[in-house]
T-cell receptor
């Protein structure tokens, strides 16, 4: 069975500080990993996907198959980054939908 | 196109009643998903359609839950004989087949069972 673990329910950092939201997964095949974000009073939306290997809003995430991790990082946090962040796994070619972690609430303090 | 639309946004019902939620996906998307989200949890996959075919329904929570997408456009999720444990946010999402991991979510339908 596939599983996504986000160990931090809440992460609070000061503006300008680096941010790292942790995500570990369990899956026997080759997964596709995603980060979704939900800003206050907005719908859940895709932030980035590992196969794109791009930086979105200053965030990057690298898939580490050895450590089965997909941590989300940003070097300098901004107040508008405050949101709920969900890591998600897709089995890639499988029929199921995404498997989400429980989410991390990121708060950027001024 | 304003994105995925869900209604009603809020539904309060008494235990034992039936409820139905509707989802209108982005028009060119042929995949449609239903998720449930409870407090403090991430979205939990329930079922999905490709066009009108329901390709996965084993993750529906019980036989009280059913979903349809009769013409491959909008979808409905019905919960029969609601229980207090059904109280949750029900999310709909759609995607193109090619971007199956890139889901576009609606704002959700919040169910409260009294």
């Amino acid at each position: 069975a596939q599983r996504v673990t986000q160990p931090e329910k809440l992460l609070s950092v000061f503006k300008g500080a680096p941010v790292e939201l942790k995500c570990n997964y369990s899956y026997s095949g080759s997964p596709e990993l995603f980060w979704y974000v939900q800003y206050s009073r907005q719908r859940l939306q895709l932030l980035l996907r590992h196969i794109s290997r791009e930086s979105i809003k200053g965030f990057t995430a690298d898939l580490n198959k050895g450590e089965t991790s997909f941590h989300l990082k940003k070097p300098f946090a901004q107040e508008e980054d405050s949101a709920m962040y969900y890591c998600a796994l897709h089995s890639g070619g499988g029929a199921d939908g995404l498997t989400f972690g429980k989410g991390t609430h990121l708060i950027i303090q001024p | 196109d304003t994105g995925v639309s869900q209604n009603p946004r809020h539904k309060i019902t008494k235990r034992g009643q039936n409820v139905t939620f509707r989802c209108d996906p982005i028009s060119e998307h042929n995949r449609l998903y239903w998720y449930r989200q409870t407090l403090g949890q991430g979205p939990e996959f329930l079922t999905y359609f490709q066009n009108e075919a329901q390709l996965e329904k084993s993750r529906l929570l019980s036989d009280r839950f059913s979903a349809e997408r009769p013409k491959g456009s909008f979808s409905t999720l019905e919960i029969q004989r609601t229980e207090q444990g059904d109280s949750a946010m029900y999310l709909c999402a759609s995607s193109l087949v090619a971007g199956a991991g890139e889901l576009f979510f609606g704002e959700g339908s919040r169910l409260t069972v009294l």
